[in-house]
């Protein structure tokens, strides 16, 4: 189901076969939270800029409208109309962000709407049906997600219950793969490498997840305060426990810089809101590092953000139109800066695939790895 | 340059030929402000739904980014990367209905920026000046705007005023068309009819402007308060005056019903901000009339907005996913939303040259005056 078709040192470049089409790795998802990609891009457009994968979310997708009326329209690759993969993040990170009043127990999480305010409880039972009705290709595993720093006893026992949920959620999915209604019947299950930044921890809690046999594994609860080299480090520790054979998926991470790390360290999924972010507040990614557009220089600037690129931006505007259009707050300025972002992304995994394919990984890496988060020098 | 290929009764289907290319009448032209369709809609896009000339604004453009720096960068058709034809309001109305602190003289107009506060001052040199700066296909006059209704003196003065204006308008773009560095030469000049709701004073300068021999002229004053009998009686009364060889531009308007009731009284050109205010809120035009997307019946419906509708829009999304959108403040609903209202409108242009031509436009008329503007009926 995944093969390894070349390594570079311990950067990998594989193939992950799906019943929804293939996924070349490394690979970047992008991000659509409710089933929409921000900044008005269409699913078309995401096919155009070279996306494999899209993300949708769990939490809010089963707010608004409702897992059962995205099941009754098909599940959300019909939904959206987007018919390549999707992986469907599992509400737990969603949970720990962004929901209030939460009480957590064995069964799982109570916790209030940031919508309307009404209580819902959600376990591992309830993230996978929710996931099996919106049948995207890869589901997560439901995880009690942390903050960093927190206590050891704290994350220790955060994580034996992760542990147990994951036993939960893989048995629940099973079930609901074998009946007879099911949309996606080849649903695969994620699980997530949880320990905050304790080694041992993140060490045991991968080796007991490992043992699961499940189709690939993520590493969550990083990007979650406790700064770069502590999360370089983290990634470090755990990925010789990772099993080889099977993807591995750093999730909510990052920079492109953040990226050449972690390919380097063995990760081959990706998935980051931060080029559409950084594109909404006008921050362009090019190859020769950030691009802030409100600059006054770019004002009059008939060149297109990044010479040589091949997104449909770049192709047709400049750098003072786009500029125009973000100070005007016309959305069409977001739309096309966020185009170009999310084409930079998915560009720069295919770049990574062709450096290890072709043995200079290491040499890319280091062109890249500061050069691309530097600000542009004119 | 401008041709009658048909007629039927008083409807016209024409042809204009401009330097940027042919515009088929009628025509609606699609509103881009500040250079940029609402909605996030790009100008590859306008071209996709069959948009023949996309108008931009004197007024805002002057503001942002500033028409010298358009200039800079060759105009706004190459500014905003659009090749066909632009028509570049005059700034008239927008002193009117935007800016504050308004003073108005027979040199021109004082007002504040609604953007940043600062006095300005626009007179009809001015405005040629700036439409000249952003080389627009064609250029309309500086006038007075007036809401509805107004007294009879005060109407009298600023049609007075208006036409003196146009004289200045005239002369003014004459010499920047045949300055050396201005961008297009050929830029047209449309003069526009005053006179509120005032059947002798819209005659008299009608009358009056036409003498000029001007290469088209519009309509204004209209839909602004005076309630659509009024604004139908003033059309059938000023038409007959207008010069039968030139296209004649109802400024403003309006609804397909507005616009079918218009051709029929021989207007040609059109524009509206409605296509895309509506789409903001979810309703959509429709060939059945019109559709709430935000009605809760349409929140399982896996059709698309309009059947047999060949927008990009409902070729790829259902009613259930836009209205998903739409609630859920995704920018996407709201541009898929507004490419299927332009295309509608530009379609319902097509549709209308096609009955002209084939005589059946008073058939064509009577089919869809009332049903295109009421609700769908499921």
């Not at 949309?183 to 993140?202: A, C, P, S, V």
Request: with cysteine; aromatic share 10%.
């Amino acid at each position: 189901m995944f093969e390894i078709l070349k390594t570079d040192r311990r950067a990998r470049r594989g193939r992950f076969y799906t019943v929804h089409g293939v996924i070349e790795t490394p690979v970047f998802m992008n991000v659509g939270t409710a089933a929409a990609i921000k900044g008005g891009v269409s699913t078309r457009e995401l096919a155009e800029i070279g996306c494999q994968v899209q993300l949708s979310n769990t939490y809010h997708l089963h707010l608004r409208p409702g897992d059962e009326l995205i099941r009754e329209l098909g599940g959300v690759r019909s939904f959206m109309n987007w018919p390549r993969p999707v992986l469907t993040d599992s509400g737990g990170f969603q949970v720990y962000s962004l929901a209030k009043l939460r009480k957590i127990t064995d069964d799982g999480v109570y916790f209030s709407s940031h919508i309307d305010g009404r209580l819902i409880f959600m376990g591992p039972e309830e993230s996978m049906k929710i996931q099996s009705n919106l049948a995207s290709t890869i589901a997560m595993a439901f995880d009690e997600c942390i903050g960093n720093p927190a206590p050891y006893d704290y994350v220790e026992k955060a994580c034996e219950r992760t542990a147990r949920w994951l036993v939960r959620c893989r048995d629940e999915l099973e079930r609901l793969n074998s009946l007879p209604g099911t949309i996606n019947k080849h649903q695969l299950l994620f699980g997530i490498n949880q320990g905050g930044t304790y080694e041992d921890l993140r060490v045991r809690h991968m080796e007991r997840i490992a043992e699961l046999d499940l189709p690939g594994y993520a590493i969550g609860g990083l990007a979650v305060g406790e700064g770069l080299r502590e999360m370089y480090r983290i990634i470090d520790i755990v990925e010789p426990h990772m099993p080889q054979n099977k993807p591995r998926y750093l999730m909510g991470v990052g920079t492109p810089a953040d990226i050449l790390e972690a390919v380097r360290l063995g990760i081959d999924f990706f998935d980051c809101v931060l080029p559409a972010r950084n594109a909404r507040h006008g921050s362009l990614f090019t190859w020769q590092g950030k691009l802030n557009l409100l600059n006054e220089k770019y004002a009059r600037d008939p060149c297109p953000p990044d010479q040589g690129c091949g997104c449909p931006t770049c192709r047709s505007h400049s750098r003072a139109y786009l500029r125009h259009l973000i100070k005007a707050k016309e959305v069409l300025g977001m739309r096309l800066a966020v185009l170009h972002n999310l084409y930079f992304y998915n560009e720069l995994m295919l770049k990574i695939r062709g450096a290890i394919e072709n043995n200079y990984f290491e040499d890319f890496y280091n062109k890249y790895r500061i050069s691309l988060i530097e600000r542009v020098k004119d």
